[in-house]
């Protein structure tokens, strides 16, 4: 069984930076990994994600549109943590943010569902103030 835990959520002004970290322990079937957010304006899917793609039979990055640009996830296979790197924050960027693991393969063009994943963690809260 596989486990999740973030870390680096935190309060801080809009502009500013955070980097999200979601290490993983346990024996789990591997899969796709995603970030996803808890918040009054909820993504309708991830915020991102890492996957393998069905469409070039390689590796494909994910962004959800409002964040493209100003996310970059990121995997570290030697720490086993996946990371989110967050740079100009906005207010409505604010939620509780959470990791997702063993998640299917999907085409480019699929949005990534939290359902889809058999694993996730507990969360860690961003508060983004303007």
């Known amino acids: 069984q596989v486990q999740l835990v973030e870390s680096g959520g935190g309060s801080v002004e809009a502009g500013k930076s955070l980097r999200l970290s979601c290490t993983v322990s346990?024996?789990?079937?591997?899969?796709?990994m995603a970030w996803f957010r808890q918040s009054l304006q909820p993504e309708r899917g991830a915020v991102a994600a890492?996957?393998?793609?069905?469409?070039?039979?390689?590796?494909?990055?994910y962004y959800a549109d409002s964040v493209k640009g100003r996310f970059t996830i990121s995997k570290d296979n030697a720490k086993n943590t996946m990371y989110l790197q967050m740079n100009s924050l906005k207010p409505e960027d604010t939620g509780t943010y959470y990791c997702?693991?063993?998640?299917?393969?999907?085409?480019?063009?699929?949005?990534?569902?939290?359902?889809?994943?058999?694993?996730r963690g507990q969360g860690t809260q961003v508060t983004v103030s303007s």
């Open positions: 346990g024996s789990g079937r591997g899969g796709s």
């Open positions: 890492l996957y393998t793609s069905l469409t070039t039979r390689g590796a494909g990055t």
């Open positions: 997702a693991a063993e998640g299917p393969y999907y085409h480019d063009t699929d949005v990534p569902m939290a359902p889809d994943f058999g694993a």
